[in-house]
């Protein structure tokens, strides 16, 4: 079982920054594909980015492409969003999650692919 908790949400102005870390409770952090999720109030959870085992492949959705930034530490267990130019429809529960695959540079999309999931933070955008 691997445990994953997110942390760095919280209130930021619209344009404003934020930096959210993911650390995942496992000494083979590098075998697994990470991705991030959001959920806003009455939505169902989407995809925003993911990045691959290495850290050499990464995907964004259309709406953070360019805002947002994915990268990893693999000696730290930790996995890293960087998130700028936010806008208030970015207000969501962020999820980190990390998905068991044998491919060291494939990035994982779908939901139903990931096999571990923190509880989520928080990110509020205000206009």
């Known amino acids: 079982q691997v445990r994953v908790v997110e942390s760095g949400g919280g209130l930021v102005q619209a344009g404003g920054s934020l930096k959210l870390s993911c650390a995942a409770s496992?000494?083979?952090?590098?075998?697994?594909?990470m991705g991030w999720f959001r959920q806003a109030p009455g939505k169902e959870r989407e995809f925003v980015t993911a990045?691959?085992?290495?850290?050499?492949?990464?995907d964004y959705a259309s709406s953070v492409k360019g805002r947002f930034t994915i990268s990893r530490d693999n000696a730290k267990n930790t996995v890293y969003l960087q998130m700028n130019s936010l806008k208030p429809e970015d207000t969501a529960v962020y999820y980190c999650?990390?998905?068991?695959?044998?491919?060291?540079?494939?990035?994982?999309?779908?939901?139903?692919?990931?096999?571990?999931w923190g509880q989520g933070t928080q990110v509020t955008v205000s206009s």
């Open positions: 999650a990390a998905a068991i695959t044998t491919y060291f540079t494939v990035v994982v999309t779908k939901k139903i692919e990931y096999n571990y």
């Open positions: 496992t000494r083979a952090f590098s075998s697994y594909a």
């Open positions: 990045i691959s085992r290495s850290g050499g492949s990464t």
